[in-house]
């Protein structure tokens, strides 16, 4: 296997429905755009622990109305041998008899999830025993899913945290006796066994308080040719505005909440466009290389599309290699982006073909195609609440009392006293830690290395040694003899090491709400105060 450049591989398409954003790459810049501001998110620290139909009207201390709860869910742990790679189906049976609807999805993960993409179907669809099955065994499809029931949420690729809030009064329905259901990609790039555990939080509001009921959207350039030792850009307009209208009888009127790329490890650009009408070519999302965070981006207030024609998107990429590059997975790539909007109809555009390159731009190959488009109705199950359920108390699908009561556990300082796990060497913390953790998210790979440190360098003890710190701190990145002086050691020690002002800075690895696994970090700390031998 590559470890160089990780693949997203298993990630596929999906006709009206979603994919999910990106892998590898340099460090990603986003660009909000004027129209728009970006969502604050909810860091929610409590579940729901409730019996079966369970409807409640007031909050803890019985003063007002309750219009919202978390129910929290573990998939429990799956366990890795050294360099597996697998793509099991995962399960949970809501068992909620009413309607329910969401507000924001967290999903959170100790590692090794390359991807996944979540849905919500009726209970008898691929049905099964809930927890980690093979996809095969109950002809699980992703395409399936998507037709029987909706698109719930979608992780951006290596992400080890992630939310989906949509603004208030916007949701997710999920009808009665339905099911959360995902595909995933595993994939432990350690030399030693993982178990990583997978947990969902589902932010649920009461129905009085639903406005819209969010429906999934996806844009698609499949036509992709991307040259060797080249950078290409590709750009696909996609013009549904008439489309639209047939498929509800009404002029394009839609509102775009959310907005969520995917492309693969050589990825370095995504940007996204209003096509036609008098806000013609107005930026409403930019991206620009990968760093492991999530990548989905929340409109509030939403982009209003009325008198547009549709979106304009474009996805770049680096092609490094000294091979061309096309649609799929493995060593391929993608350009996909899943949407959520305020709209009577789901949308599926694609550039599948006729794609054309239109000229060169600072060295850039730019290619340009038009999409094909289809569109159907919402499904009747995505209705607005009834009278009934807006004059009801909140309804609560029941959850296991033995789930957990957190989206995460907090993250705890590593001891100085941890126990090593395995050999104290330079050569198992590059296998153990640098592998799965830093370079596998490409944030530290030797293509473009975030500040410059390459995890994969071919002196590493050389590059650990000599490299000038980029960060607000007179410590050295490795002090031989010394953790306690080495911003190495301290960034994946502390949950909020410090600089030199005493400013908290983001531990590592990025994006992890918890640090790594203690016998780890002690191998790390052992090996410095070894002298961080070149071993």
Request: with cysteine; proline share 8%; net charge negative.
């Amino acid at each position: 296997m590559d470890t160089q450049a990780p693949k997203c591989i298993g990630c596929f398409a999906l006709a009206l429905a979603a994919s999910l954003p990106a892998c590898g790459g340099q460090t990603a810049a986003i660009t909000e755009p004027s129209t728009s501001s970006e969502a604050s998110t909810t860091d929610a620290t409590g579940g729901s622990e409730t019996d079966a139909e369970t409807e409640t009207d007031t909050d803890t201390d019985g003063s007002m109305p309750l219009d919202q709860a978390s129910v929290i869910h573990s998939f429990g742990e799956y366990a890795l041998e050294a360099h597996e790679e697998v793509q099991p189906c995962v399960q949970w049976t809501l068992h909620n008899e009413k309607p329910i609807y969401i507000n924001t999805v967290t999903l959170a993960n100790d590692g090794a999830f390359h991807h996944s993409n979540w849905f919500v179907i009726p209970e008898d669809t691929f049905p099964g025993e809930d927890g980690y099955y093979k996809c095969s065994d109950r002809n699980f499809t992703e395409l399936g899913a998507a037709l029987a029931g909706s698109v719930l949420f979608a992780q951006s690729t290596q992400s080890k945290f992630e939310q989906q809030p949509l603004p208030e009064g916007v949701v997710i329905k999920v009808p009665p006796r339905h099911k959360v259901v995902s595909s995933t990609h595993m994939l432990n790039l350690s030399s030693a066994p993982f178990a990583t555990e997978l947990r969902m939080t589902l932010d649920i509001i009461h129905p009085r308080t639903v406005e819209v009921i969010a429906a999934a959207f996806r844009l698609t350039y499949s036509d992709l040719d991307i040259p060797a030792q080249s950078e290409s850009r590709f750009t696909g307009e996609c013009a549904f505005d008439l489309h639209y209208e047939s498929a509800t009888g009404q002029p394009l009127d839609i509102k775009l909440y959310y907005a969520l790329p995917h492309y693969h490890y050589l990825g370095n650009h995504f940007s996204l466009e209003i096509l036609g009408g008098p806000q013609d070519g107005t930026s409403l999302f930019q991206i620009d290389g990968f760093n492991a965070d999530a990548n989905g981006y929340v409109f509030d207030p939403p982009i209003d599309l009325t008198g547009a024609n549709g979106l304009r998107f474009t996805c770049g990429y680096n092609n490094w290699t000294n091979s061309n590059v096309g649609w799929g997975i493995d060593d391929q790539e993608m350009c996909v982006m899943l949407g959520l909007m305020d709209g009577d109809a789901l949308l599926d555009a694609n550039v599948s073909s006729d794609s054309q390159v239109v000229g060169v731009e600072q060295g850039v190959v730019m290619n340009e195609g038009p999409c094909t488009i289809l569109a159907a109705p919402k499904s009747p199950s995505q209705g607005p609440p009834t009278p009934e359920e807006i004059e009801a108390p909140l309804y609560v699908p029941p959850s296991d009392p033995g789930e957990p009561t957190v989206p995460v556990d907090p993250c705890i300082d590593i001891d100085p006293a941890a126990a090593v796990e395995g050999p104290a060497t330079l050569s198992s913390i590059h296998e153990t830690i640098f592998v799965p953790n830093c370079t596998f998210s490409s944030c530290h790979g030797s293509q473009a290395p975030v500040a410059g440190l390459d995890l994969d360098a071919t002196d590493l003890h050389g590059s650990l040694l000599s490299h000038p710190v980029q960060a607000n701190t007179d410590l050295s990145l490795v002090d031989p003899g010394s953790p306690e002086t080495s911003w190495l050691y301290q960034l994946i020690a502390q949950c909020d090491p410090l600089d030199r002002d005493g400013v908290s800075v983001r531990h590592m690895p990025l994006n992890s709400p918890r640090l790594l696994d203690p016998g780890l970090v002690a191998k790390v700390r052992q090996w410095i105060e070894d002298g961080a031998p070149n071993n």
